[in-house]
T-cell receptor
Framework: KQEVTQIPAALSVPEGENLVLNCSFT??????LQWFRQDPGKGLTSLLL?????REQTSGRLNASLDKSSGRSTLYIAASQPGDSATYLC??????????????FGTGTRLTVIP | DAGITQSPRHKVTETGTPVTLRCHQT?????MYWYRQDPGHGLRLIHY???????DKGEVSDGYSVSRSKTEDFLLTLESATSSQTSVYFC????????????FGPGTRLTVT
């Protein structure tokens, strides 16, 4: 079974700092990897989707990279802002899953950006 | 937001009572999912559907059933609620053959007392 780990569980940074969130997964045979943002008491907002054939995806100040062979992905946030404060979740879909096509989630990194 | 709504958004119920949660989508997505989110665990799949009347179990399906009689609605039923089913429940949709990006609803917070 795919296991997804996100370290650290919590991170505090001063406003304006660039930062990297880490995600690792145990089975490198993935179909895609998705990064989400979750605000307290809210649903999940999809930030970036990386297909297994891709190395990175960018959206505004966010850049996600994927290294399948090492089972790792990073989410880079440039010039952090207080509004970036949230929990960031990483999730993978296996390449050989039959039926469900569901995602396997990490437990997230709670980011606090200090003004 | 992919046109996903969930109802109710909050519910408190007593142990042993049946509870039904509803997920509604407006964009005719084929795949729909129910996940639960608990502290210390990532979201875990309860059940999923790949079409009208086509459903199957996920990782944590014991004590839950689902139904999908229309494309737009996916119902999750707790047949006899237990305190261990206190959780936040999320519905999601995807089109696995078109990139497979998943989109999530706002969630339902269920408390079983």
């Amino acid at each position: 079974k795919q296991e997804v780990t996100q370290i650290p569980a919590a991170l505090s940074v001063p406003e304006g700092e660039n930062l990297v969130l880490n995600c690792s997964f145990t089975d490198s045979a993935i179909y895609n990897l998705q990064w989400f943002r979750q605000d307290p008491g809210k649903g999940l907002t999809s930030l970036l989707l990386i297909q297994s054939s891709q190395r990175e995806q960018t959206s505004g100040r966010l850049n996600a990279s994927l290294d399948k062979s090492s089972g790792r992905s990073t989410l880079y946030i440039a010039a952090s802002q207080p509004g970036d404060s949230a929990t960031y979740l990483c999730a993978v879909r296996g390449a050989f899953q039959t039926g469900a096509n569901n995602l396997f989630f990490g437990t997230g990194t709670r980011l606090t950006v200090i003004p | 937001d992919a046109g996903i709504t969930q109802s109710p958004r909050h519910k408190v119920t007593e142990t042993g009572t049946p509870v039904t949660l509803r997920c509604h989508q407006t964009e005719n997505h084929r795949y729909m999912y129910w996940y639960r989110q608990d502290p210390g665990h990532g979201l875990r799949l309860i059940h999923y559907s790949y079409g009208v009347k086509d459903t199957d179990k996920g990782e944590v399906s014991d004590g839950y059933s689902v139904s999908r009689s229309k494309t737009e609605d996916f119902l999750l039923t707790l047949e006899s609620a237990t305190s261990s089913q206190t959780s936040v429940y999320f519905c999601a949709i995807s089109e696995p053959d078109r990139g497979g990006e998943q989109y999530f609803g706002p969630g339902t917070r269920l408390t079983v007392t």
